[in-house]
């Protein structure tokens, strides 16, 4: 059981766009027992979740510094969840995580309990 993080392109400009991927294999993402998040670990910061999206019923939840800027969605066909991230700011900067749960959690962007955590990658939002 495993998410493959994959990101497009390298350094990310204040202001611009990039999308990251995260194709899951070994459990589908069509499951309504299977949420789907993106966490952030900057450096020197614990882990911290940035948007999760229910199996139940596809809500999308965000911690209120990426609202409005960044968007999770998922494929089922493709088994692959999304975090388009838009109007990137230095404060973005950390390896991204995606990770699977149960269920969204009472934190905004979090799982209730992370049952997977896919292998982080970087994003380096800088001019």
């Known amino acids: 059981l495993r998410c493959s993080c994959r990101r497009g392109g390298g350094s990310i400009q204040p202001g611009g766009s990039t999308r990251l991927s995260c194709v899951a294999s070994g459990f589908s993402l069509s499951l309504e027992s299977n949420a789907m998040a993106w966490y952030l670990q900057a450096p020197g910061k614990e882990r911290e979740g940035v948007a999760c999206?229910?199996?139940?019923?596809?809500?999308?939840y965000y911690r209120d510094s990426v609202k409005g800027r960044f968007t999770i969605s998922k494929d089922n066909v493709k088994n692959t969840v999304y975090l388009q991230m838009d109007s990137v700011k230095p404060d973005d900067t950390a390896v991204y995580y995606c990770?699977?749960?149960?269920?969204?959690?009472?934190?905004?962007?979090?799982?209730?309990?992370?049952?997977?955590w896919g292998k982080g990658t970087q994003v380096t939002v800088s001019s």
């Open positions: 990770a699977t749960g149960s269920s969204c959690g009472s934190v905004p962007g979090t799982l209730y309990v992370t049952n997977y």
């Open positions: 999206i229910s199996g139940i019923n596809g809500a999308q």
